[in-house]
């Protein structure tokens, strides 16, 4: 079966724009997870999304922020851009019954960078 | 929060060698996992561990989770090129409701030289 989509896979943004980031699950997963990934700070947990309720979230400020639609795709929006949001934003689904042992399956992430 | 220590953070070795990569912390986990990423690509998860002491074999790696569920390595033996990418430890931790979080570690850089 398909794996976890995610668009754009690339872009480039300026200092104060917004971006908005899709992600499409693997089907059947109802659980979304965004993490932020960069070289100094390795994967950190942005939120988690299951059945259109955000169950979860990381320790971001309130720039970022996400939703998910009925059919578990999800989006995530980062306004007033800073330099320092410049990283690879990946996606990961999981099954309701793989979720208790926290298995992730990931996207191949949108590469962000902000001038 | 739920820290995980990761270690060494990056390792070159030569085709045939043998390395271990360590996955420490103070907290207790329910489960954790190992992923490896490659460039370009999103992490894949190689394997779970679930019960303290538990070790599981994947051909030439072995994982095994500490007897108190707060510590976990990996072993490679006679690495190959092929082995070459970011290894990642994830502890997964309760946060009520029955929902889990997912907390990484910074990740191993392996390179195999051929």
């Known amino acids: 079966k398909a794996g976890v989509t995610q668009t754009p896979r690339y872009l480039i943004k300026t200092r104060g724009q917004q971006v908005t980031l899709s992600c499409s699950p693997i089907s059947g997963h109802r659980s979304v997870s965004w993490y932020q990934q960069t070289p100094g700070q390795g994967l950190q947990f942005l939120f988690e999304?299951?059945?259109?309720?955000?169950?979860n979230k990381g320790n971001f400020p309130g720039r970022f922020s996400g939703r998910q639609f009925s059919n578990s795709r999800s989006e995530m929006n980062v306004s007033t851009l800073e330099l320092g949001d410049s990283a690879l934003y990946l996606c990961?689904?999981?099954?309701?019954?793989?979720?208790?042992?926290?298995?992730?399956?990931f996207g191949e992430g949108s590469r962000l960078t902000v001038l | 929060t739920q820290l995980l220590e990761q270690s060494p953070q990056f390792l070159s070795i030569q085709e045939g060698e043998n390395l271990t990569v360590y996955c420490n912390s103070s907290s207790v986990f329910s489960s954790l996992q190992w992923y490896r990423q490659e460039p370009g690509e999103g992490p894949v998860l190689l394997v779970t561990?679930?019960?303290?002491?538990e070790v599981k074999k994947l051909k030439r790696l072995t994982f095994q989770f500490g007897d108190a569920r707060k510590d976990s390595s990996l072993h490679i033996t006679a690495a190959q090129p092929g082995d070459t990418g970011l290894y990642l430890c994830a502890g997964a931790y309760s946060s009520g409701a029955g929902s889990y979080q997912l907390t990484f570690g910074k990740g191993t850089k392996l390179s195999v030289i051929p």
């Open positions: 561990v679930v019960t303290g002491g």
């Open positions: 990961a689904s999981s099954s309701s019954r793989g979720w208790s042992t926290g298995e992730l399956f």
């Open positions: 999304y299951f059945s259109e309720t955000q169950r």
